[in-house]
């Protein structure tokens, strides 16, 4: 039986669905389509055939060189497929980028492709910036979001600015430790933990569930991956039970500030959450 998901309204108008399908390292069988970078909007709808996408980001907040499409269609922070070689940084300011995303809007270019345009991992700072010249909605921030990083002043800047908040890693080190993620190697499972396992007995619900629920009661959207049926349909199953403020509070106390996606790690470190 299909299950309602509950959507947010979006400030260009548009709804959102407070939860969504995470495709970062799932299988190519497992989903319909892939994540898409921000420079190739035009290429990707084409390719895909779909008519226009809902939502474009910007995917960090750095201007790397751009990388031909034929040399290698999703770069990321590499120049080679080998991924041994840093992609060099340009001199292109955050107001030019988002002007380019703006041109990308239907209600703006009657060729668009694109309904609603935001950013990803940007800051406080940034999020003034950008709102200090845009000329259509900033409808989304998409941030590393879980109970060892609840970041609560980013998140209350977001809302109150009529921002969507969308929360990456909801699991924390979960997705990170076949990896070999340091980080996420260093620290308990949020599932284990003993907050968490308790407020799920309660409820008579998986750890996953209860921190969903979580980030859905404070209107945070979560996209959980998954390869497994059973798992996606689990991490649907939200919308029958409620946690309490108190057990909010206990699950936010797990807070210390750690962050697992971090692009200092490489050859030429990116030094974007300083």
């Known amino acids: 039986m299909a299950t309602d998901v509950p959507s947010i309204k979006l400030a ?27 420079s190739k909007a035009r290429l990707e709808n084409e390719a895909w055939g779909i008519g226009y996408l809902d939502l474009f980001l910007i995917h960090f ?7 031909p499409f034929d040399k290698i269609r999703h770069p990321c922070f590499w120049t080679d497929k080998e991924q041994t070689q840093v992609t060099p940084l340009v001199k292109v300011p955050i107001r030019e980028t988002w002007q380019m995303l703006e041109e990308l809007v239907q209600t703006k270019n009657p060729n668009g492709v ?23 909605p900033l409808s989304t921030l998409q941030i590393e979001h879980h109970p060892y990083l609840t970041q609560p002043e980013l998140i209350a800047i977001a809302q109150e600015n009529g921002i969507a908040v969308t929360g990456y890693s909801t699991f924390g080190p979960q997705s990170l430790l076949e990896l070999g993620n340091a980080a996420a190697q260093g ?3 949020l599932f ?14 998986s750890p996953g569930q209860v921190l969903l629920r979580g980030c859905k009661q404070r209107n945070i959207i979560v996209i959980p991956k998954s390869n497994s049926v059973d798992r ?36 030429r470190p990116i030094r974007t959450f300083t």
């Open 12 to 38: 260009s108008g548009y709804d959102m669905p407070l939860v969504g399908f995470g495709m970062w390292k799932v299988r190519n069988e497992t989903c319909a389509a892939q994540s898409m970078r921000w």
């Open 61 to 67: 907040p750095i201007a790397p060189e751009f990388i």
């Open 114 to 136: 694109v309904r609603s345009v935001g950013v990803s991992e940007f800051h406080t700072q940034l999020i003034y910036d950008v709102l200090s010249y845009n000329k259509l």
């Open 192 to 205: 284990e933990t003993d907050v968490v396992k308790s407020i799920a007995e309660k409820h008579g619900k």
């Open 232 to 267: 996606l349909k689990q991490n649907l199953s939200l919308f029958d039970f409620n946690l309490s403020e108190y057990q909010i509070k206990q699950i936010s106390s797990l807070d210390r500030g750690l962050r697992f996606n971090v692009p200092n790690t490489l050859q």
């Open 187 to 189: 620290v308990k499972p």
